[in-house]
């Protein structure tokens, strides 16, 4: 059985956390949730949803990484714009033969992730289909479990890349390997882009989005945008009819409300910078108009502009 570490312990890294847990690794969670971290010491970690329902023991759970050691992977699944404190604190925790996996939505967190931990021992991920959420202090469930993908970042070996996703398949986890990365995360991201903004502006979940037509229209109108700027950069989309794949994995997790529209509901700060705005910006580097991605992200952070 492996150490592993999950830095960023959230929704998502919880379910992760107790799958690996419940069939035997040591797993340690750090979150600068404190309620989360004292409810899990005392009551285990519990995840229901697609995986069942289970209440399992974690080796530790804490807000800092100290005393916990060498592991043999360290998951990074903090948001995007705290990877790299995340990076800063993993490192006591990586020794010579440790995998670093960092998980986040969007653009741009692997390139700032490598400089920190070292680009031959980083692994790109992408998860998505979770529709994650926190039922309660140490109580997480998920809608389900459709992608779980990692490619390396650089100098990662097959060989190492393998045996951290092993730790994956043994929990449970549908692991595929992708050589182009840049096609592994944009397949990912224009799901994001489809239903991130969509269901944060309008509090609908992601079925709620597809079955109505005004919001649908702005959903499509987004995914549209990312698939042409994808074009434009020559990024490979190997799923077919692009929006077709979207509604199909879309309508698997109808009752799903994506991490953005979660944030938004308790007042938080969310990835729109990094999902509907990756889009956005690299939109003007290619010349591919993108005014509904546009007007979504000033809209979402003029909302945030309220946040304390």
């Excluded at 312990?9 to 992760?16: D, E, L, P, R, T």
């Excluded at 729109?272 to 992200?297: A, E, H, W």
């Amino acid at each position: 059985m492996a150490k592993v570490a999950i830095v960023g312990c959230g929704a998502m890294g919880s379910v992760y956390a107790g799958l690996m847990s419940d069939v035997g690794h040591e797993v340690h969670a750090v979150t600068l949730w404190e309620d989360h971290v004292a409810a899990i010491n005392e009551n285990g970690i519990r995840v229901e949803g697609a995986s069942g329902d289970r209440t399992v023991r974690l080796a530790s759970a804490s807000t800092t990484t100290e005393g916990i050691g060498i592991c043999d992977l360290v998951i990074i699944a903090t948001k995007s714009f705290d990877v790299e404190a995340a990076a800063e604190a993993s490192l006591p925790l990586i020794g010579e033969d440790t995998v670093v996996q960092t998980l986040q939505n969007g653009l741009g967190s692997s390139e700032r992730v490598a400089p920190i931990v070292g680009e031959d021992k980083l692994a790109i991920g992408v998860v998505g289909g979770f529709g994650a959420s926190r039922r309660a202090p140490g109580h997480v469930h998920h809608n389900g479990m459709e992608i779980t993908w990692f490619g390396s970042y650089a100098g990662l070996s097959r060989e190492a890349l393998k045996r951290s996703t092993d730790i994956w398949e043994s929990a449970g986890f549908k692991v595929k390997h992708f050589d182009d990365t840049q096609q592994m995360i944009w397949e990912k991201l224009i799901m994001n882009v489809t239903f991130s903004g969509s269901t944060c502006s309008t509090g609908l979940s992601i079925g709620e989005v597809m079955a109505n037509p005004n919001a649908w229209a702005i959903a499509e109108g987004c995914a549209r945008e990312a698939i042409a700027v994808a074009k434009a950069l020559n990024v490979n989309l190997d799923v077919g009819d692009p929006l077709e794949h979207i509604r199909e994995l879309g309508g698997k997790i109808p009752n799903a409300r994506p991490s953005m529209l979660l944030d938004h509901t308790a007042g938080l700060r969310g990835e729109v910078d990094v999902i509907n705005g990756s889009i956005s910006r690299l939109g003007k580097t290619v010349g591919v108009p993108t005014p509904v991605n546009d007007t979504l992200v000033n809209l979402i952070k003029a909302r945030e502009s309220k946040f304390k």
